[in-house]
T-cell receptor, first 113, second 113 residues
């Protein structure tokens, strides 16, 4: 049972444009959501997070939106840069159950010059 | 900037051999996690420590995998005997508290021949 799903395995965007990465979840108990970026042969790097009490969190070029009723979150990158090319994972957890992260399958973003 | 350290970065072994991976979390982080990531999938939790105690090892294949964090600081994950299906990236993460943001190390890429 895949509790966190990223249905797009890949996304290609032109430099300077907006990248939108999507993530859906099924467990309504999740209350903390994170996005990680991963380069090949490296560990995931934390990008941005959002608590379920919010619907938006912004950090520089990165914004995460949470729609609890739809059980959907998205990561917006504006403007996209070639260095943003990587695999992006969304993850979810239940804060008072130890913080175990449930990851999606990842979306590979390619930003073309 | 403090980082999670892992070694070795790469390990090639033959099936039925024993392998061990080491992790040193960010100083002061009481919670330590070991994840396994198979190519094309998101990381999956193997074991979670709070200080020196195991709080979740429900997904750890205990017939061949063991993990310890004797002094509540660094940790070792062992596989004995290794099987072909164990080939994956093994990731260590730490957080200051359970449920807090997790920061990942660079991982150990294991190849079992």
């Amino acid at each position: 049972d895949q509790q966190v799903k990223q249905n797009s395995p890949s996304l290609s965007v032109q430099e300077g444009r907006i990248s939108i990465l999507n993530c859906d979840y099924t467990n309504s108990m999740f209350d903390y959501f994170l996005w990680y970026k991963k380069y090949p042969a490296e560990g995931p790097t934390f990008l941005i997070s959002i608590s379920s009490i919010k619907d938006k969190n912004e950090d520089g070029r990165f914004t995460v939106f949470l729609n609890k009723s739809a059980k959907h979150l998205s990561l917006h990158i504006v403007p996209s840069q070639p260095g943003d090319s990587a695999v992006y994972f969304c993850a979810a957890s239940i804060y008072n159950q130890g913080g175990k992260l449930i990851f999606g399958q990842g979306t590979e973003l390619s930003v073309k010059p | 900037e403090a980082e999670v350290a892992q070694s070795p970065r790469y390990k090639i072994t033959e099936k039925s051999q024993a392998v061990a991976f080491w992790c040193d979390p960010i100083s002061g982080h009481a919670t330590l996690y070991w994840y396994r990531q198979i190519l094309g999938q998101g990381p999956e939790l193997l074991v979670q420590f709070q200080d020196e105690s195991v709080v979740d090892d429900s997904q750890l294949p205990k017939d061949r995998f063991s993990a310890e964090r004797l002094k509540g600081v660094d940790s070792t994950l062992k596989i004995q005997p290794a099987e072909l299906g164990d080939s994956a990236m093994y990731l260590c993460a730490s957080s200051p508290t359970p449920g807090g943001t997790q920061y990942f190390g660079p991982g150990t890429r294991l190849l079992v021949l």
